[in-house]
Nanobody, 124 residues
Framework: QVQLVESGGGLVQAGGSLRLSCASS????????MGWFRQAPGKEREFVAT????????YYADSVKGRFTISRDNAKNMVYLQMNSLKPEDTAVYYC?????????????????WGQGTQVTVSS
C-alpha cells in the first residue's frame, strides 16, 4: 500500500519560512519523480515544484521560483519543500505526489499517488 504523508505546515508571518516534508512508503521511491502541488480555497490544484527521480533536475512554477527549493533523499524515501520569503498568496493546502511519467511533469493528472496534504497559512 502506497502512502505519502506530508508534514511541516503551519501558520507563519509574511516573509517567514517553512520546510515541508513528505515521507513515502510502499513504492520504489527512487524510481519516481516527485512533485509538490497546492490548492487554495475555491481554486484548482496547481503545480509548485517537481524533482526528477535522481534529484538531478528541478522545475518550479514561476510564482515560487527563487523562493522555494525542492529536494529529496532517496535513502530516506523523503522529499522536501523549503519555502522562504512566504507571501499571503502562498496560503494553501500543500500536497506531495509521485509519478512514473517519463518526465518530471507539471501536470496534475500525470501523478499516480498523492498525500493527504498539509495546511500552510501565511498572515500579512
Amino acid at each position: 500500500q502506497v502512502q505519502l504523508v506530508e508534514s511541516g505546515g503551519g501558520l507563519v508571518q509574511a516573509g517567514g519560512s517553512l520546510r515541508l516534508s513528505c515521507a513515502s512508503s510502499g513504492l520504489s521511491f527512487s524510481s519516481y519523480h516527485m512533485g509538490w502541488f497546492r490548492q487554495a480555497p475555491g481554486k484548482e490544484r496547481e503545480f509548485v515544484a517537481t524533482i526528477t527521480w535522481s534529484g538531478g533536475r528541478t522545475y518550479y512554477a514561476d510564482s515560487v521560483k527563487g523562493r522555494f527549493t525542492i529536494s529529496r533523499d532517496n535513502a530516506k524515501n523523503m522529499v522536501y519543500l523549503q519555502m522562504n520569503s512566504l507571501k499571503p498568496e502562498d496560503t494553501a493546502v500543500y500536497y506531495c505526489a509521485a509519478t512514473r511519467h517519463p518526465i518530471a511533469t507539471m501536470r496534475t493528472n500525470d501523478y499516480d499517488y498523492w498525500g493527504q496534504g498539509t495546511q500552510v497559512t501565511v498572515s500579512s
